[in-house]
DNA sequence: GTAGGGTTAG
């Protein structure tokens, strides 16, 4: 039986850089060593004792009969034939099992903490491993949260190929290094690409605005719409639209306002532009705001939509404020306008907030009535609401209840049953689920994990979070701020001292500068049992990951 | 990426 290892190990000291469409992997024919892969034989080579097949180790040849399982087993994923030649069976390898050693090899390579992006092109060019556009996109996903490695390994392969990544692949690149504040190599990279050829889309300048936005910077993000032609994309409603919802998302309705008003002479605006108004406003509670873009947009002839509406009911259902919900519910009910799955929805989490969960229920039915069918975040909320009302059992039985309506859960009904398990501290129903998810391929986020992981500290079951943090690692999940403040935070709590220094460590030699309320909470902690050195130790860490967050 | 995804105290 072969280990993935061992073919990793093998096919990384041979063929990393051909570029065939398959191999054949095999076995010793005297000995168990798993030893070449080569190019398939011809036909008519002789099936005894094929001559492509040689030991690499040179260990002294047993007995051929000792073991009869001598041959290349089942290799599950990794292989997708088999061939038989004499005593000797063969495995193809296609180029997709090259792609999967050479993505685990990069990124073990990876994990060693680089201090630059040119140390990782270093490192990589020593490797000798190929690249090519789709690993590089895995690997990006798995170190989104990383910009050293994943801006070394995007120079690295670009360098190699001698060419430019394929546009989409640049797009994730600007947006890590957006994410990371790295602005300035962001730019560099925009800048690079703006001479090729139909690379720089609305939604290269789209991931540029919004992590502008993000950053606060929204002067910055209205300045690259207004520039935006420079870059080859055109300056119309699209665009006005992306960065108004961004700099709402990024709660500056002012902001948006301002764009708005500067370009509605000159970029004739859509439905799509109404919406983003009314939904920043109410946002903010401004709902006399938000009413009057409302009545604007009937004046320009465009009819509010259920989404209009809804924010309204969002909105005024976080206020409490059900006698105006019911206002819009009935001014929705006027204008012929039904309300969506949506709709219920956020009224029914109003509801649920507001602790009315006999009115919440009440929704469903009223869905049920009206023929309103509930969706996979309908019942996430569902589920949600019943397990903070303390009813797990009965959010459990509306998540059984989902597979008999023939509704699959998603991602977002996955976590909500996750998390509702583990606050309840049902572990072994939260890992089932976590297991659950695999069989449906649907890939967990860092929310899944989140949970799971609280539970952990809080009950001090180190294996098992060790168990997530390498999960999460098999799954592209990559580790961030968040996580990190969440074990400190965690293992604080639990009194696991230690363990929360070794995550804050860990968290400082990514590069990632703590949040201010767990780095205090950790030092208050070690202050109270006295351990004045590694108190020491986290104050020299938080100095130097600021002074390096300025640089 | 025009609306729902639900907490960073204690």
């Known amino acids: 039986m072969l280990s993935k290892s061992q073919i990793a190990k093998l096919l990384s000291c041979s063929i990393s850089r051909r570029k065939t469409d398959f191999y054949v992997a095999s076995s010793c024919y005297l000995c168990n060593s ?50 038989s030649y004499g005593r000797t069976e063969v495995a193809k390898v296609t180029s997709s099992d090259i792609e999967e050693i050479n993505v685990e090899k990069v990124c073990k390579l990876l994990r060693n903490r680089y201090s630059s992006p040119d140390c990782v092109v270093a490192a990589l060019n020593a490797s000798g491993v190929g690249s090519s556009s789709r690993m590089i996109e895995r ?45 300035h190599l962001m730019w560099k990279l925009v800048e690079e690409i703006r001479m090729l050829e139909g690379y720089v889309t609305l939604a290269t300048m789209s991931k540029v605005m919004r992590r502008l936005a993000r950053a606060g910077k929204y002067q910055d993000a209205i300045e690259v719409f207004k520039e935006i032609e420079q870059f080859g994309v ?6 006005m639209n992306v960065l108004m919802d961004a700099l709402v998302k990024e709660n500056s309705v002012e902001h948006a306002l301002e764009v708005f008003l500067q370009f509605k002479a000159c970029i004739p605006c859509d439905i799509h532009t109404y919406n983003i108004l009314i939904h920043g406003h109410c946002k903010c509670k401004q709902f006399d705001n938000a009413r009057k873009f409302l009545e604007e947009m009937e004046q320009q002839g465009f ?52 602790k009315q969960i006999n009115d919440a229920l009440g929704v469903y039915e009223n869905m049920k009535t009206i023929g309103c069918a509930p969706d996979p975040s309908f019942y ?4 949600y609401i019943l397990s903070k009302a303390g009813r797990f059992k009965d959010a459990w039985d509306v998540y059984e209840d989902m597979g008999k309506q023939g509704v699959k859960p998603d991602l977002l009904t996955y976590n909500t049953v996750i998390a509702a398990a583990c606050e309840h501290s049902q572990e072994e129903t939260a890992l089932k689920i976590l297991k659950k998810m695999e069989e449906d391929s649907c890939k ?45 935070r965690g293992l604080c709590k639990s009194g696991k001292l230690e363990e929360a220094c070794l995550f804050f460590e860990e968290m400082v030699a990514r590069g990632i500068v703590p949040w201010e309320t767990t780095y205090k909470l950790l030092v208050n902690k070690l202050d109270g049992m006295s351990m004045g050195k590694q108190k020491e130790h986290i104050q020299k860490l938080m100095s130097e990951a600021k002074e390096w967050a300025e640089i």
């Open 303 to 354: 009819e509010p939509n259920v989404i209009s509406y809804t924010c309204f009911v969002e909105w005024y259902s976080r206020e409490q404020d059900f006698h105006n919900v019911n206002a819009i519910l009935d001014e929705m009910k006027k204008k012929g306008c039904s309300p969506n799955t949506v709709t219920y929805t956020i009224l029914m989490q109003g509801l649920g907030k507001a």
């Open 34 to 83: 798993f030893c070449t892969l080569t190019k398939p034989p011809e036909r008519n080579e002789s099936p005894e004792i094929p001559s492509w097949v040689k030991c690499l180790d040179d260990k002294s040849h047993g007995s051929p009969d000792a073991d009869e399982n001598f041959v290349i087993p089942s290799l599950a994923s990794w292989v997708n034939s088999y061939g």
């Open 444 to 488: 967990p986020d860092l929310k899944t994990y989140a949970s799971l992981i609280k539970m952990c500290c809080r009950k001090k079951r180190m294996k098992v979070l060790q168990f997530l943090l390498n999960h999460m690692f098999k799954n592209d999940v990559s580790i961030e701020v968040s996580t990190y403040s969440l074990l400190v």
């Open 234 to 239: 055109k300056r119309d409603v699209a665009a």
């Open 380 to 383: 996430s909320s569902l589920i």
């Open 139 to 183: 690997i990006l996903k798995k170190f989104s949260n990383d910009w050293i490695p994943a801006f070394g390994v995007f120079t690295w392969a670009k360098l190699q190929m001698g060419h430019h990544h394929p546009s989409v692949l640049c797009d994730l690149m600007v947006d890590i290094l957006g994410k990371s504040r790295k602005f």
